[in-house]
């Protein structure tokens, strides 16, 4: 097949990870046949320097017509200034929302050769492979009124927690489906006992899962959800949860892994294209030095294939690489080891298979 994937490799180690997995895209391209075209533009800071924008409208168009978008991270100290009228989040959020990506998947994997590296206890971390999906278009982050007020002598400030059937329909469906492709088992996060669009949600959710008898589907309060994640992170299989809880929630889950660097992220909007990033951020403090971990960056890539391209069984080969490099013993410093970023990449390339 033939693919046009954007790439903005950005700020900080962005672009060292960004090519890094570009290599590993090619290798499989090689391999088994296709074509990927790659485009590269500015996101973030550097576009800030460049254009004085951290969404230059060619970055956006390029991205909404592209099969895909791979994006390595955006700001750092140098952009800071919070007085500054511009920043390079602003970049990522707008393309967040221009690109329409209502649903974020963050898939938790822990690695047995890795175990020894979380500060969890091990056996609460065996086999633990989950996948959180966190709708990101709505709820407390972008619902109406969000305010501040003078009343009375002092300040009231309103957040609004609001849902639609509509979006919670699309983000749940998406949940099931994927259920459908691993262990058939939904658990939808809320707080039913005190929100009404957590009781909406539920109705919604329950509706939903009528059209998937062969999925088990539970509904867990916030709360309780958050401590199982430590306690029994491997009862979970797919998580679904509105914007705010699912970002708390995600983080907490990648503390299970051992390192920022080894994790993927997927941004769907249900139709075309997808926004494809590691959940770590621009690292400053190691940028340039060649030793950052590519494999958050190179497991994106391999979402891209498995969600944006159907290349389900390329998409299988980078993952199996990955965990035969790390089985094999090879870590990048965070894991502990000392490889670079391109010995870490050639290791995962020479296992493609
Ligand atoms: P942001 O605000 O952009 O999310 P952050 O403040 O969460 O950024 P990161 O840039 O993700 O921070 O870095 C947090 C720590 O993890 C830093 O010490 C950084 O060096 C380390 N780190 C992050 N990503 C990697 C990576 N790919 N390889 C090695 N270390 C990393
Ligand atoms: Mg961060």
């Not at 979970?236 to 993927?264: K, R």
Request: aromatic letters at 4%.
């Amino acid at each position: 097949m033939k693919a046009n994937i954007v790439l903005l490799p950005g700020d900080g180690i962005g672009p060292e990870v960004v090519s890094a997995a570009v290599r590993v895209l090619e290798a499989i391209g090689q391999r088994f046949g296709h074509t990927f075209k790659f485009t590269e533009h500015l996101i973030g800071g550097c576009a800030i320097d460049q254009t004085g924008n951290p969404l230059p409208e060619a970055t956006l168009e390029a991205c909404r017509t592209a099969d895909a978008v791979l994006l390595g991270a955006v700001g750092g100290p140098k952009w800071d200034d919070p007085r500054a009228s511009v920043r390079p989040e602003q970049g990522l959020l707008g393309l967040r929302r221009g690109l329409g990506v209502f649903a974020n998947l963050r898939p938790v994997r822990v690695h047995p050769a890795l175990i020894e590296a979380s500060p969890l206890k091990p056996d609460r971390l065996q086999g633990v492979d989950l996948i959180v999906v966190r709708e990101l278009t709505g709820g407390l982050y972008f619902g109406q009124p969000k305010k501040r007020e003078w009343v009375n002598g002092q300040y009231h400030a309103v957040d609004t927690l609001e849902y639609s059937e509509t979006e919670i329909e699309r983000i749940v469906d998406l949940a099931f489906r994927l259920a459908c492709q691993r262990r058939k088992k939904v658990s939808s996060v809320d707080k039913a006992n005190v929100l009404e669009s957590s009781r909406l949600w539920r109705e919604v959710t329950n509706r939903v899962a009528q059209r998937y008898p062969d999925i088990l589907l539970e509904h867990v309060l916030v709360d309780t959800a958050a401590m199982r994640l430590i306690s029994a992170p491997h009862s979970f299989d797919v998580v679904v949860t509105e914007n705010m809880f699912g970002d708390i929630l995600t983080d907490e889950a990648a503390v299970l892994v051992g390192s920022m660097g080894m994790l993927p992220s997927a941004s769907l909007n249900g139709k075309h294209g997808g926004l494809y990033e590691p959940i770590h951020g621009s690292a400053p403090d190691i940028a340039g030095q060649g030793i950052a971990n590519p494999i958050g960056t190179i497991l994106s890539a391999a979402m891209l294939l498995r969600y944006s391209l159907g290349l389900e069984q390329e998409a299988r080969a980078i993952e199996r690489a990955v965990d035969r490099a790390i089985e094999e013993g090879c870590r990048t410093r965070d894991l502990g080891g000392s490889l670079s970023t391109t010995a870490m990449t050639d290791a995962v390339i020479e296992r493609l298979g």
